[in-house]
């Protein structure tokens, strides 16, 4: 483990410890979960994103053989 030093201002250090103390841990733990929980969000994102851009685009098959128009795909009823 590495230790490093952060400044917070005063009330979000009060609002750190209390929150860590609500979860039975030290403000050190909370902060080391917390960091670690965004890293595997951020790495997940990252291998999902990956993945979709290795797929290959896939033709769409529109209705009757044609494109629907500009008029047609925003054709609103109800706002007019």
Same mark, same amino acid.
């Given at each position: 483990?590495?230790?490093?030093t952060i400044? $917070? /201002?005063?009330? =979000?250090?009060?609002? $750190? *410890? =209390?929150?860590?103390?609500? +979860?039975d841990r030290?403000?050190?733990k909370w902060?080391? #979960?917390? $960091?670690?929980?965004? *890293?595997?969000? #951020?790495? +997940?994102?990252?291998?999902?994103?990956?993945?979709?851009?290795?797929?290959?685009?896939?033709?769409?098959?529109? /209705?009757?053989?044609?494109?629907?128009?500009?008029?047609? $795909?925003?054709? *609103? /009823?109800?706002?007019?």
């Amino acid at each position: 483990m590495k230790n490093i030093t952060i400044t $917070l /201002p005063e009330d =979000v250090a009060r609002w $750190l *410890r =209390v929150k860590a103390a609500e +979860d039975d841990r030290s403000v050190s733990k909370w902060i080391c #979960e917390l $960091l670690e929980r965004t *890293r595997r969000r #951020e790495d +997940d994102y990252e291998v999902a994103m990956k993945r979709y851009l290795a797929r290959k685009p896939r033709k769409i098959d529109w /209705p009757e053989g044609r494109r629907p128009t500009r008029e047609e $795909l925003y054709d *609103r /009823p109800g706002l007019r």
